[in-house]
């Protein structure tokens, strides 16, 4: 079992930032590749962004490429999700979640996930 629990969700003005953090325990967190997804009322859940286990590899959804980064800190057992430029488009609650997969993308290839942070960008 992995636990995970987000934070730093809110709202936010259009064009500016947030750091959203993700913290997990139990298992072994290198074993695991790492995503955010995010889901917008009305709206299916949707991939933001993954690394590999390892970290050798970071995807992006192409709606965030160029301003969201995601990085991961096996020490601290820790994932974060640097959001710049944000528009309201981008309002929605952000899930981390972990896998067994290498490369995961999908919904359905996560076994753990978080119990989100809303993120509200305000135009």
């Known amino acids: 079992q992995v636990q995970l629990v987000e934070s730093g969700g809110g709202l936010v003005q259009a064009g500016g930032s947030l750091r959203l953090s993700c913290a997990a325990s139990?298992?072994?967190?290198?074993?695991?590749?790492m995503g955010w997804f995010r889901q917008a009322p009305g709206k299916e859940r949707e991939f933001v962004a993954a690394?590999?286990?390892?970290?050798?590899?970071?995807d992006y959804a192409d709606s965030v490429k160029g301003r969201f980064t995601m990085a991961r800190d096996n020490a601290k057992n820790t994932v974060y999700l640097q959001m710049n430029s944000l528009k309201p488009e981008d309002t929605a609650v952000y899930y981390c979640?972990?896998?067994?997969?290498?490369?995961?993308?999908?919904?359905?290839?996560?076994?753990?996930w978080g119990q989100g942070t809303q993120v509200t960008v305000s135009s």
């Open positions: 979640a972990a896998s067994t997969f290498a490369r995961p993308m999908s919904v359905t290839t996560y076994a753990y």
């Open positions: 690394t590999s286990r390892g970290d050798s590899i970071t």
């Open positions: 139990g298992r072994t967190f290198s074993n695991y590749a």
